[in-house]
Every structure is written in C-alpha cells, then in structure tokens.
C-alpha cells in the first residue's frame, strides 16, 4: 500500500480520488500566493505532498486532461516520473511538483488549491541484466548527475 505524506504539516489535506472509477488521486497546488505563467513561460508548482514506494514502483505525474485546453497548460515534461529513490533526496526531500508550460498568449494564474494534475501509482519490471547499482543525489532531474 502507498503511503502519501504532506511535505509541511499543516499546509495541505492529502489527495482523493474523484470518482470510483479514477486512476489517479487529484494533486492541487500548495502555494503560498498565486504563480503566474506568462505567455510561453514553463515553472514548477509544488503539491505539498510526497509518497514513499516499493524498489518495483513508481509514480506517474499526468496532466488534467482539461489543463490544455481550458488553460493552456501542458506539462514541460510530457509526464512526471517519479522514481522509488525521489523519496527523501536531499534537495527536495521527494515532493510532487508539476512543470507546467503555458502556450496560451495571456497569463494563466495558479491559485493555492487548484487541482493542477494527478498522481498514479505503477508496479514495473526490469531486464534481467539490471545491474544499477547508482545512489541518487538530488531532487528534479537529477539522474543524470
């Protein structure tokens, strides 16, 4: 079972899942004054949450499917992988953020608790040759440091 934690007690409730039909749990955004994403501009909006997983999982950050075009937001990264070895990394000790580019030609403001995507949890397999044997050191984007 998946444990979700909030990364700063007492700023965020953790997520649900909509419907009983949902894949994913809605994230929405922890901030503390609304991000702004000008015309063409990409930025990260943080979550507020975490979640620790098994060595066979990981967790997938997907877009609202209404994001791009109510929004004009769609993710810098196409999907957000989230690694079993994200949790507790020294530079951002695991939390969930979404990096938005917005293509719409006006401003598109981010509010404190808007849902800003979903998170789904997955089981996987490796090749039969996995040998990694490399320890993470960093937060976002850094597995290729």
């Not at 503390?32 to 620790?52: C, F, M, N």
């Not at 976002?140 to 440091?145: L, R, V, Y």
């Amino acid at each position: 079972m998946i444990q979700v934690k909030i990364v700063n007690e007492g700023k965020q409730q953790l997520p649900q899942y909509a419907t009983a039909g949902s894949a994913g749990l809605d994230l929405r955004a922890d901030i503390d004054k609304p991000i702004v994403l000008k015309p063409l501009e990409r930025k990260l909006i943080p979550t507020g949450l975490k979640a620790y997983c098994q060595s066979d999982e990981w967790f997938m950050l997907a877009n609202r499917s209404s994001n791009p075009i109510k929004r004009g937001l769609v993710m810098a990264n196409s999907i957000g992988v989230i690694d079993s070895d994200y949790y507790g990394n020294p530079d951002n000790d695991g939390h969930f953020m979404f990096a938005y580019y917005n293509f719409f030609n006006e401003d598109v403001v981010i509010k404190k608790g808007d849902v800003i995507g979903k998170v789904i949890f997955q089981k996987y397999l490796v090749t039969d040759d996995d040998n990694a044997t490399g320890m993470r050191t960093g937060g976002f984007g850094s597995t290729d440091k």
